[in-house]
């Protein structure tokens, strides 16, 4: 199965829909993307814009989702941004918090923007 992303005039994902390998011909990414944008904008419009997006993030960074942004100049989706302080990792085009979490894996923590810090989910004794 072939995913693809339709997005608005600003660059923002409305909607993924999945389209069958037999509508692009079982072609690979990047051929399949111009067969698969044709069938989308003959089901939805031919004024939308789609985009050919992978689901194990193969190209174009993330799997888009509804909310992303598609920026042309990385070729990539990136996700909404959490938090202001965080920062968009270019190689990865994911949002990093200003310091890393805590990573414990016997805790779980919260991002508490107005401290800039990672916060501790304390649990409560029964």
Same mark, same amino acid.
């Given at each position: 199965?072939?995913?693809?992303? /339709?997005?608005?005039?600003?660059?923002?994902?409305?909607?993924?829909?999945?389209?069958? =390998?037999?509508?692009?011909?079982?072609?690979?990414?990047?051929?399949?993307?111009?067969?698969?944008?044709?069938?989308?904008?003959?089901?939805?419009?031919?004024?939308?814009?789609?985009?050919?997006?992978?689901?194990?993030? =193969?190209?174009?960074? =993330?799997?888009?989702?509804?909310?992303?942004?598609?920026?042309?100049?990385?070729?990539?989706?990136? %996700?909404? /941004?959490?938090? %202001?302080?965080?920062?968009? =990792?270019?190689?990865?085009? /994911?949002?990093?918090?200003?310091? %890393?979490?805590?990573?414990?894996?016997?805790?779980?923590?919260?991002?508490?923007?107005?401290?800039?810090?990672?916060?501790?989910?304390?649990?409560?004794?029964?």
């Amino acid at each position: 199965m072939a995913h693809f992303a /339709q997005i608005d005039e600003t660059g923002v994902v409305i909607q993924v829909i999945v389209v069958s =390998n037999s509508e692009i011909n079982d072609l690979p990414f990047p051929e399949s993307e111009p067969i698969g944008v044709a069938f989308c904008q003959l089901l939805f419009g031919a004024d939308t814009y789609w985009f050919q997006t992978s689901y194990s993030a =193969n190209f174009r960074k =993330n799997y888009a989702g509804a909310g992303f942004s598609y920026d042309a100049g990385r070729d990539a989706f990136i %996700p909404p /941004q959490p938090y %202001p302080s965080w920062v968009l =990792n270019e190689s990865s085009c /994911q949002w990093e918090a200003p310091i %890393p979490y805590p990573g414990d894996k016997e805790h779980f923590y919260y991002w508490d923007e107005a401290a800039l810090t990672w916060v501790l989910i304390v649990e409560e004794a029964n």
